[in-house]
């Protein structure tokens, strides 16, 4: 049974970077795509970003594009987020997830089959 757990967030300022981190177990990490998403008080589920079984292959959300950047390191099976110029609208919940197969999401909540906790990333100005 697969199992994520989401580290690396925190209070950061505006224009600041913060890196999320996921660690996965229970099944084999290098076959299937991964991704973020997110989730902001009052708000529905946004996807964030998708990477596909071998990392060449990576899709982001309009919200984050230039500014996030989705890697993985199938030898750690770890999959990380870095943000950079982070902004007030991007605090939120984040949350990892495992796809149902190895070839990149397009942001379809319905292509991933396992979460993790989430983690809390907040913004101030």
């Known amino acids: 049974q697969a199992q994520l757990v989401e580290s690396g967030g925190g209070l950061v300022q505006a224009g600041g970077s913060l890196r999320l981190s996921c660690a996965a177990t229970g099944y084999t990490f290098s076959a299937y795509a991964m991704g973020w998403f997110r989730q902001a008080p009052g708000k529905e589920r946004e996807f964030v970003a998708s990477i596909n079984w071998n990392g060449v292959i990576t899709y982001y959300g309009d919200s984050v594009k230039g500014r996030f950047t989705i890697s993985r390191d199938n030898a750690r099976n770890t999959v990380l987020l870095q943000m950079n110029t982070l902004q007030l609208e991007d605090t939120a919940v984040y949350y990892c997830?495992?796809?149902?197969?190895?070839?990149?999401?397009?942001?379809?909540?319905?292509?991933?089959?396992?979460w993790g906790q989430g983690t809390q990333a907040t913004v101030s100005s």
């Open positions: 997830a495992k796809a149902r197969g190895g070839g990149t999401s397009y942001g379809n909540s319905a292509d991933f089959d396992s």
